[in-house]
């Protein structure tokens, strides 16, 4: 294909080049080496890196480059598969210490098959709403649209790689100015002028956030309203009318340095307004698939449809091997539930792998629905409440509660990748069904990388957690806090209960995702927010002064760009701190 | 009018909601105020501990007390006290007085972690009960209003969706469709007379097929919204179904010229000819 350019075109020969095995082998060797680099580097800084980008640059490198016959398809292929794989690192890493750094016995066998069924269930789960989120929904997956237009690239104009790469240039090097401490990372009016941290007046100074509301536009407006909502009325409003302890309260100790903080991000974030969040994100996400669930069903019909005909069946994977894939899942679910905790009774081991298997699913719709809506996932808070399910099914079993909470954590990644792979693929035109199979076939190889990196930096003890100056896993650290906390009986049910009421409400309104988009933003520290609400404003401003088509030719390639530059940039500025720290 | 009713109640029922559902119990306030106790505390003693061995560098008087390279006194507050306690160093005024300062943080923060502990943690179940003792009225007048509103909202979206477009939206779903469809068949019948296609005919038929994409099927793609309004949703699940399996279609001939590879160029065009025109007989099948 790109390796000739004669006046005329080949009519015969080769197929066009899709679902190959070097697209696959290529990309799960990218894919394992992200996985191990991924899972170290959340041990050690509490975060993951999104590998599509990476992926789909060496993918063009090599493919296109080396190869020279590799095709934009099939490019999204190697993307495809590489970021499957990858999916594990965020999963395994956030998850697994917490037993390590606790102090438990468990056997690792299950923690592996858990891992692997929650990859398959993930992605079994989310497949049959492709139609519903891409197609009428059509969510608009930032990221997504990024990484489409990297793949887009060779043919999209010397104007449009030029807008790219200047965007691509701007957020590059204000990331790098930021991950190395150059520049501040937020821009604090609030204590510039004065206020306590309770007024959040910051703006998280991150071109990817400015990007993703660049091209949400209007749709993330109710974002950007809850946000508000949460920070500018209730935080205020709590601090004030004393509805949290007060700097009165600590008159006792004759010192308040700190309060300021300490209300801010442990009492008004973590305890009332992240969980009513969580809450509204649950609620919210419910009331969504009540209120589509027609086409919801057209959706699935259409695939089954498809698979008895053959009509159109050839862009679908066929609804009976997903129907297949989700029993079998389920099943090793089971197994592994089993495995986990043989004493608890083969009742309660059923409980937990339907409960998990139920959470999974919904889980995913969300992580999914607010990836696609805002770019954002909240994949730690659905972990949490899977395995705060997961710890309370199991009768305050803290071992299966996390065992099984790796499987949920990892479901849930591999359900927001899948969809926003095929919004790439979308926009570039592969068939779905092919995409699909690249990622079944692969979904586990992470699974092993992850959690043999794990044991091997844990050692003989104590290679990781709270303590250890190189590896804190402070991911790890948080998840063990939270089940000894759970362990002495807390868990803020009133916070989740009325956040999904709220929620549940706000499906009566016809903006679709309203509760998904509100109950994030409450999630959320403020900065970012702001920074997304201000990529919205731009969008509606140049909407209005260059129109649409400007937007599609002009602001698409620059917020790409942005997002790219600074996904690239974290990953290289996580390498010199690793090298030099 | 209805609208305006229907949002203002709508963004006051979040706001209580919100806002009684974030109150807190009077239980976990109380245990958040002994847990913000010990953290300021905590502060104070790290605080003045840093002051201290500011004062003791400036005053000449070494690492000591677990200052600088000295040996840390304990590995808990009480421990570290009791060192202190004991200690015989003798040090001038200000050092001392830095000392004292210290010792007195750390004794306040000793005394609070012996006192703390006495509040039993509040089980789920009694914390959702006591939160709806102090919050549950005022969070369901505004669960109610929520409702109201989001209800009145769709009301008017429903009735607005009907009416005939205005301005841009002046040409109706079919047609736009027609166009797109036109253009598209047109582009595969040219397409399909060429013998021994060039990369020029490649570039030429690329450049109309980004028209057709930004021009008409963009828009065409983008009026989800008043198609569900207009047909519902599995009316528009009806229509979007083929239009977005052309669309994606339309996407690969468009990737496929790109990569030069005519074939699967063609082949892609009249597919999404034929789901172009799969979405017009759906469209006369709901009219």
């Known amino acids: 294909m790109s390796q000739e350019s004669p006046s005329t075109l080949p009519l015969s020969g080769q197929p066009y080049r899709e679902l190959t095995w070097a697209a696959v082998v290529f990309g799960v060797l990218i894919g394992a080496v992200m996985t191990s680099a991924f899972t170290y580097v959340a041990l050690k800084l509490g975060f993951t890196l999104s590998g599509s980008t990476v992926a789909a640059i060496l993918g063009f490198a090599v493919l296109r480059g080396v190869l020279r016959k590799g095709s934009i398809i099939e490019n999204n292929i190697n993307q495809t598969v590489a970021s499957g794989v990858n999916t594990a690192s965020a999963g395994v890493a956030f998850t697994l210490p917490a037993l390590y750094i606790m102090g438990e016995d468990f056997n690792l066998w299950s923690v592996i098959v858990a891992a692997v069924a929650g990859a398959f269930l993930g992605m079994v789960v989310i497949i049959p709403l492709r139609k519903q989120m891409i197609e009428f929904e059509r969510l608009r997956f930032p990221s997504g649209i990024a990484v489409a237009s990297l793949l887009r690239s060779p043919g999209a104009g010397a104007r449009q790689a030029k807008l790219l790469i200047g965007g691509f240039a701007i957020s590059a090097a204000i990331h790098l100015a930021t991950g190395l401490q150059v520049i501040p990372d937020e821009l604090n009016f609030g204590a510039w002028f004065g206020l306590p941290a309770w007024v959040s007046l910051s703006i998280a100074i991150s071109f990817a956030s400015l990007g993703a509301g660049l091209l949400s536009g209007r749709g993330g407006l109710p974002f950007v309203f809850g946000g508000m909502l949460a920070w500018w009325l209730i935080a205020p409003v709590a601090v004030l009318a004393g509805l949290v302890p007060t700097v009165g309260d600590m008159a006792s100790v004759k010192a308040h340095t700190g309060y300021d903080d300490w209300v801010t991000w442990d009492v008004l974030y973590g305890q009332m307004l992240r969980p009513l969040g969580i809450g509204v994100l649950i609620g919210g996400a419910l009331s969504g698939v009540v209120a589509s669930f027609p086409a919801l069903k057209s959706a699935i019909v259409s695939l089954s449809s498809a698979s008895k005909t053959g009509t159109g069946g050839s862009d679908e994977l066929p609804i009976h091997v997903l129907t297949g894939g989700i029993g079998v899942a389920f099943l090793v679910l089971f197994g592994a539930a089993m495995m986990a905790d043989p004493t608890l009774g083969l009742g309660r081991q059923l409980l937990i792998a339907v409960v998990g298997t139920i959470w999974l699913a919904l889980a995913g719709l969300i992580v999914a629905q607010a990836t696609g809506m805002t770019d954002i996932s909240p994949m730690s808070g659905m972990s949490l409440i899977g395995v705060t399910l997961m710890f309370f099914l199991s009768g305050g079993n803290v071992v299966p509660a996390i065992i099984l909470g790796v499987a949920v954590c990892i479901g849930i990644g591999q359900c927001a990748d899948m969809m926003g792979d095929l919004k790439s693929g979308h926009l570039i035109g592969a068939k779905p069904k092919k995409q699909q199979l690249a990622q079944l076939l692969v979904c586990w190889v992470g699974v092993p990388v992850a959690v043999g990196t794990i044991v091997l930096l844990w050692g003989d003890g104590g290679g990781f957690g709270p303590g250890n100056a190189e590896l804190s896993a402070p991911q790890g650290t948080a998840l063990a806090a939270i089940m000894e906390s759970l362990q002495a009986g807390a868990a803020p049910l009133d916070k989740y209960v009325a956040g999904g009421a709220i929620g549940l409400g706000l499906g009566l309104h016809p903006v679709g995702g309203l509760g998904v988009l509100i109950g994030l933003a409450m999630y959320l520290p403020f900065n970012i927010t702001v920074t997304y609400g201000i990529g919205c404003a731009a969008n509606l401003w140049l909407t209005r002064l260059r129109g649409e088509r400007w937007i599609g030719d002009t602001a698409v390639p620059v917020a790409a760009g942005f997002i790219i530059g600074e996904a690239l940039t974290s990953l290289g500025v996580v390498l010199y701190q690793l090298a030099f720290s | ?287």
């Open chain 2, 1 to 287: 009018m209805n609208q305006r009713i229907g949002l203002t109640l709508l963004i006051i029922g979040i706001g209580l909601t919100a806002g009684f559902g974030s109150k807190l119990s009077p239980e976990v306030r109380a245990a958040l105020v002994d847990d913000g106790q010990q953290v300021m505390a905590q502060n104070a003693v790290d605080a003045r501990f840093a002051q201290y061995c500011v004062t003791r560098s400036n005053e000449g008087a070494g690492d000591g007390d677990g200052c600088g390279d000295s040996p840390s006194l304990g590995d808990t507050p009480e421990a570290v006290l009791e060192q202190l306690m004991a200690s015989a160093e003798i040090l001038n005024i200000k050092a001392t007085q830095a000392r004292v300062e210290y010792r007195l943080a750390l004794k306040r923060l000793v005394d609070l972690q012996r006192t703390s502990g006495s509040q039993e943690t509040q089980g789920p179940l009694a914390r959702l009960r006591a939160w709806f003792a102090v919050g549950g009225g005022g969070f369901l007048a505004g669960w109610l209003l929520l409702l109201v509103g989001g209800w009145m909202c769709r009301r008017v979206d429903d009735s607005t969706a009907v009416e005939p477009a205005s301005g841009d939206d002046a040409i109706d779903f079919g047609t736009l469709l027609e166009k797109v469809h036109g253009s598209v068949a047109a582009l595969h019948a040219q397409m399909l007379t060429i013998s021994a296609p060039s990369v020029a005919d490649a570039e030429e038929c690329k450049r109309r097929l980004e028209s057709i994409q930004v021009d008409a099927l963009a828009r065409l793609c983008g009026s989800g919204p008043r198609v569900h309004a207009r047909h519902g949703l599995q009316g528009m699940a009806a229509l979007f179904s083929p239009l977005s399996a052309g669309e994606r279609k339309l996407n690969r001939a468009w990737a496929a010229l790109v990569d030069r590879h005519w074939p699967e160029a063609v082949r892609s065009i009249g597919e999404a000819e034929q789901d172009l025109s799969e979405t017009r007989s759906a469209l006369e099948a709901l009219l």
